[in-house]
C-alpha cells in the first residue's frame, strides 16, 4: 500500500491527479479522531483509490491512501466531482466525525437524524449519552403529512 | 416506499417522486438499523469486537469475523496454521452461500414466486445445520478468533457437509428451472435495474453486483487472503449488469463456493482426534490437588461451546505463543503457568494487546469487498475500526438505477441488489 500523505489545501489536487492516472474506483473514505493521543489537527481523513481493469479485473497498479491532517474548519472539497460515491462518503464523516466540507455549506448526516446533537465518534463523545427521544416530524405544507393522528369523520 | 414495507426486506425508506407509473427522482434514506459498531468497537477488548461483527452482515457472518480477525493479525504479525487457514475459508464459503441463497429467495418471492422461496430457504436451513454444527450458533456465530478460530471440525462433518451440499445443489436446480426461463419472472428482471460497468466502478461496487456488469472483480483473485490463491474456482461475470444477471451470477457462486468447500474438505491437513477426552471438572479437581503430572498427556472433555478448544486441535488451528490466543484446556485446568496465561487473558484491561498501527484487510464479502481498517494505539482495545460495508456503496447508486423505471421495479431492483441492513447502517 502506498501512504501518501498530503498537505490539506493540496487533497483535491491530488485526488484529481490519481483519477487522471487511472485509479477510477475511490474504494474508501473515512477518518480518524487522534485527539485521544493528543494530536493536532485532531482528525485525519483517509482517502484510499484503487485502479481496476475493467476487461480482467484485477488492479492495475497498487492502492493508494491519500491522508490529511484536518482540524473542525472546513477547508478539505468535496471530491463528488471525481467519484459520485464520495458524496455518501463524506456524508457519513460529517455525520459521525463532524469534519465538514467546504464547497459542501448544507450537508446533510448520512445515519443519524438531523436533531441528533454531536458527532459520536469523536473521542470526546460519551458512550453511554443519551439522546432526547424525536417526536413525529412535521412535514412541509405540500407534502404527504404520514405521522397525522387519525380524525373523526361523520360518515353520512 | 419504507421502512416498514411488505415487499422489502430491511428497513429503509426510498423517497420516490412519481409520474403516474414511472418513477422520476428518488431519495435513499438509511440509519434505522444503527447501532454504533464502530464507537462500541473502540470500547471493547479486541477479542469482544467478533460478536458484535455477526451483526453486520448477519446473512453471512462467518465473512465479518474472519475479515477483522485477519486486520487484527495483520497488526499483531501472526499468521495462523494452515488448518485454521482452510476452515476459515470453509466457514466463510458456506456464510457466501446462505447469502446469495436468501438473496435470490427473497428477491424471488417479491416477485410473487413462493414456492423458490420455501425451496431456497429450506436449502439455506441444511446449511444453518453445518454452521450450527461447527460453531454452535445459526447465526451469532463468533466462530473466529484473533489468532484462529474457535474450534475444529466436529466428528462426521464431511459426510454431513456432502449431503448437505447435494440437498442445496437440487434446490438451485429446482429453482434455476422454475426462475430461469419462465415468462412472468423474465418480464420482471430482464432490462429492469440496469447499471454500466463504469457507473458500478465510479460508485465503488463491487461483489456481485460488479461481477454482473461483466467485471470479473474479486478480492478473492485480486488481493488473495487465507488459501485462495490455492484453490480453483471461476469468477462467474453477467453482461448487462440487469436484475436478470445479478440472479445468475449469485446461482454461479453459489456452486463455486460449494466447490471450494469440497476443495478444503479434500485438501485440509489432518488434525488429530486420538486420544479420548477426560471431564474437564474431574480434571480440575486433580489440578487443585496437585496431580498435574497425569494431566500432561490427556484432552480436556469441556461443554458443547468449549468443544474441539482441547489441546490436540489446538495445535493445528491456532497460532502459537501466549499473548494472542487463550490457551489449550488442559494446561489451564492442569499448569499454573497456564493458569495465569488464562486469567491475564480474559482479565479487564489485560488481555491481549496489539501494537501500535494500522492495517487494512479487504475480503470479499457476499455482498463485495468488505474491508477492515483497524488503528491501534497499544492498548488492550481498539483505537478505531472502521468497516466498509460493500452494502453502502450499492445503495448510494441505487437511485441511477430506479429512476425512469416503473414503481413495480423498484421491488425487483431492490430485492437484487441484497441490501442488508445491520451492515449498511452498521
Known amino acids: 500500500m502506498d501512504i501518501r500523505k498530503i498537505e490539506t489545501a493540496l487533497v483535491f489536487e491530488t485526488l484529481k491527479g490519481l483519477k487522471d492516472q487511472g485509479y477510477n474506483m475511490l474504494v474508501d473514505l473515512t477518518a480518524v479522531d487522534n485527539s485521544a493521543r493528543g494530536r493536532a489537527p485532531r482528525f485525519e481523513v483517509v482517502y484510499r483509490v484503487a485502479s481496476l481493469d475493467l476487461g480482467t479485473g484485477l488492479e492495475t497498479k497498487p492502492r493508494v491512501e491519500v491522508r490529511c491532517e484536518v482540524g473542525s474548519d472546513p477547508v478539505l472539497r468535496s471530491a463528488r466531482s471525481l467519484w459520485p460515491i464520495a458524496d455518501w462518503l463524506e456524508r457519513e464523516v460529517w455525520d459521525m466525525f463532524g469534519i465538514p466540507f467546504a464547497d459542501r455549506p448544507d450537508i446533510k448526516r448520512l445515519l443519524l437524524y438531523e436533531e441528533f446533537v454531536g458527532h459520536p465518534l469523536r473521542k470526546d463523545y460519551p458512550i453511554a449519552k443519551r439522546q432526547p427521544l424525536m417526536g413525529p416530524r412535521e412535514e412541509p405544507e405540500d407534502g404527504v403529512n404520514l405521522n397525522r393522528v387519525r380524525q373523526k369523520v361523520d360518515y353520512e | ?426
Not at chain 2, 12 to 40: M, N, P, T, W
Not at chain 2, 81 to 88: C, F, H, I, S
Not at chain 2, 189 to 196: A, H, K, M
Not at chain 2, 279 to 284: F, K, N, R, T, V
Request: with cysteine; net charge negative.
Open chain 2, 1 to 426: 416506499m419504507g421502512p416498514q414495507h411488505p415487499a422489502m426486506h430491511g428497513v429503509i425508506r426510498l423517497i420516490l417522486g412519481l409520474d403516474g407509473e414511472r418513477v422520476k427522482s428518488s431519495e435513499v434514506e438509511i440509519g434505522y438499523l444503527h447501532r454504533a459498531f464502530e464507537k462500541h468497537a473502540e470500547a471493547e477488548p479486541w477479542n469482544n469486537v467478533v460478536p458484535y461483527t455477526d451483526r453486520l452482515n448477519y446473512v453471512s457472518p462467518l465473512i465479518n469475523g474472519t475479515g477483522y480477525c485477519l486486520a487484527v493479525e495483520k497488526l499483531l504479525g501472526v499468521t495462523i496454521p494452515e488448518r485454521g487457514q482452510y476452515l476459515r475459508v470453509v466457514a466463510c464459503e458456506l456464510s457466501r452461500v446462505t447469502d446469495h441463497l436468501t438473496c435470490v429467495a427473497a428477491s424471488a418471492m417479491e416477485l410473487g414466486a413462493f414456492t423458490v422461496f420455501l425451496y431456497l430457504i429450506k436449502a439455506r436451513e441444511y446449511l444453518y445445520q453445518l454452521v450450527d454444527d461447527l460453531t454452535g450458533a445459526r447465526v451469532t456465530t463468533s466462530y473466529c478468533r484473533v489468532g484462529g478460530v474457535k474450534a475444529d471440525l466436529p466428528d462426521d462433518f464431511q459426510r454431513k457437509c456432502l449431503a448437505a451440499f447435494a440437498g442445496v445443489r437440487e434446490a438451485v436446480r429446482d429453482a434455476d428451472r422454475l426462475l430461469t426461463r419462465n415468462r412472468i419472472f423474465m418480464d420482471r428482471v430482464e432490462g429492469t435495474g440496469v447499471l454500466s460497468r463504469e457507473d458500478a466502478v465510479a460508485y465503488g461496487i463491487t461483489g456481485p453486483f460488479l461481477r454482473s456488469t461483466g467485471v470479473p472483480y474479486d478480492v478473492r483473485r485480486s488481493h488473495p487472503y487465507l488459501v485462495y490463491d490455492r484453490l480453483e474456482f471461476e469468477v462467474p461475470v453477467g453482461s448487462a449488469g440487469d436484475n436478470f444477471d445479478r440472479y445468475l451470477v449469485r446461482l454461479a457462486e453459489i456452486e463455486q463456493s460449494m466447490r471450494i468447500v469440497e476443495q478444503c474438505l479434500r485438501l485440509m491437513p489432518k488434525g488429530s482426534h486420538s486420544l479420548p477426552p477426560m471431564d474437564a471438572s474431574e480434571m480440575a479437581d486433580l489440578g487443585k490437588q496437585g496431580k498435574t503430572a497425569e494431566l500432561v498427556d490427556r484432552t480436556a472433555g469441556t461443554c458443547k461451546t468449549l468443544e474441539g478448544a482441547d489441546r490436540n486441535t489446538h495445535d493445528h488451528i491456532r497460532a502459537g505463543g501466549p499473548g494472542a490466543v487463550l490457551p489449550p484446556k488442559e494446561e489451564v485446568y492442569g499448569s499454573i503457568e497456564g493458569l495465569m496465561n488464562h486469567f491475564e487473558q480474559v482479565m479487564w484491561t489485560w488481555g491481549l494487546k496489539v501494537p501500535a498501527g494500522e492495517a487494512y484487510v479487504p475480503v470479499e464479502g457476499g455482498n463485495g469487498e468488505l474491508g477492515f481498517h483497524i488503528v491501534s494505539d497499544g492498548k488492550n482495545k481498539p483505537y478505531r475500526v472502521r468497516c466498509r460495508p460493500p452494502c453502502l456503496f450499492i445503495m448510494a447508486a441505487l437511485p441511477k438505477m430506479l429512476n425512469g423505471g416503473y414503481v413495480a421495479d423498484v421491488v425487483a431492483t431492490f430485492g437484487s441488489v441484497n441490501m442488508i441492513a445491520g451492515e449498511l447502517d452498521r
